[in-house]
């Protein structure tokens, strides 16, 4: 909680931070990198850099922060710390760190705002800096404890590829050492770690699709993006006996066992964590009413297609619809073309769970909230940098 002194200064200069963050996390992180360019090394990620969601992320997280000690004082945006604290650990982000975020960030504040950052102003801001810090600390020291290692990252060696969908490859790998595994959970991910092009190394989460619960093995599926840097590497240049570095699994996109009726929406490769929790569900006998549903550019596109409807075959109380863009409707699928409609399919005690494109998400939140579904009971994952939940 902002103390009594900070509160009415937070308060005042809060719209004026929010309007000017946007410009001022692109001057910190031009200023972190200059000073610790080894941050790029299988930390940061320099295509978020570029392609500017990362500052976003940061910025909108900040923002949210602030405005929650403004309007609700004592209580905690939980689900954005979360989300952050979950990438943090997956990346292995370090509690000596935040010092050093902190110093520059607040240089890039002060080099933004000249003298209109009185000393007040500066004090205010460092406390609502420090009480988001120690409250991300907190939660990562959390999630590092319940790790059956102490490792950020441990070698793992690829045993599997199989080809899935238009230009998607599922990867099986299993432990390269004796380091302890932890059991992970359907909806997790894990970072993948790999030395680029250039020998600078790289990491991206990917969500584990297959054998979740499988203590020996770990299964991603990867999209190829010709034009990226990290999955064209990954794609095309890991073979059978290859050696990368996985994290711990991560990620609080884990279905509730509430036995309320569930709805998976999803597009395109974002079906992945619902592969996972589908064959998940399955191998656990569940009678709860799901309905799935799925859209994708067209049918032999859509990845893990094979491996969802197996696991949909086995839950006698699940259905599945899809709309695809182009091609021929296949039959047994309750098809359509076009874009995803959910409407029919909800119920105001459904818990959602959204996957995919972000103008996806979008669309299929307002239908949910348009049918009465709760805030609170729809749950999302983003592929990368969380600029929506800040938005």
């Known amino acids: 909680m902002l103390s009594p002194k900070s509160l009415p200064v937070i308060e005042a200069t809060l719209p004026i931070i929010a309007e000017r963050i946007s410009s001022i996390t692109p001057n910190f992180y031009n200023r972190l990198f ?17 392609n ?32 952050v604290a979950h990438k943090h650990t ?60 102490a490792e950020i990252y441990t070698p793992w060696k690829l045993i599997e590829r199989t080809e899935t969908g238009v230009d998607s490859v599922i990867l099986s790998f299993e432990p390269a050492d004796s380091t302890p595994v932890t059991v992970a959970k359907p909806g997790q991910f894990i970072s993948v770690r790999m030395p680029m092009t250039d020998g600078l190394r790289q990491v991206r989460q990917y969500t584990l699709s297959n054998d979740v619960e499988h203590a020996r093995r770990r299964t991603i599926t990867v999209k190829l993006d010709a034009s990226g840097e990290f999955s064209p590497v ?30 998976i929406a ?13 064959q998940t569900l399955a191998a656990h006998g569940s009678t709860r009413k799901i309905t799935v549903l799925h859209a994708d550019q067209e049918i032999n596109t859509w990845p893990l297609r094979e491996q969802m409807l197996e696991s949909i075959g086995k839950l006698p109380e ?9 091609g021929e409707l296949p039959d047994g699928l309750n098809a359509r073309s076009g874009y995803m409609n959910l409407t029919e399919a909800l119920s105001a005690n459904s818990q959602v769970y959204l996957c995919g494109p972000l103008p996806f998400m979008n669309a299929v939140r307002n ?25």
């Open 34 to 50: 200059a000073a610790h360019p080894e941050l790029l090394d299988g930390i940061f990620s320099r295509s978020n850099q570029k």
């Open 52 to 83: 500017g969601t990362q500052q976003q992320a940061l910025a909108g997280s900040i923002a949210v922060f602030a405005t929650y000690l403004v309007k609700q004082p004592g209580v905690a945006p939980e689900t954005m710390l979360a989300r």
């Open 90 to 149: 997956s990346l292995g982000v370090a509690e000596e760190q935040y010092p050093i975020v902190y110093k520059h960030l607040f240089a890039a504040i002060a080099e933004d705002l000249g003298d209109a950052l009185t000393p007040e102003i500066a004090d205010a801001w460092t406390e609502v800096y420090w009480l988001m810090a120690h409250a991300l600390i907190k939660i990562e020291k959390g999630l590092y404890a319940q790790q059956a290692n």
């Open 234 to 263: 990954i794609y095309n240049g890991l073979e059978i006996g290859g050696i990368v570095e996985l994290s711990n699994p991560y990620g609080d996109l884990v279905i509730d066992d509430d036995g309320s009726p569930l709805v």
């Open 266 to 278: 999803t597009a395109g490769i974002g079906c992945t964590p619902s592969a996972a929790a589908l």
């Open 318 to 326: 699940a259905t599945i619809s899809t709309w695809f863009e182009r």
């Open 367 to 391: 239908q949910a909230l348009e049918a009465g579904v709760p805030a609170e009971h729809i749950h999302y994952e983003v592929f990368g940098p969380d600029v929506w939940l800040a938005a």
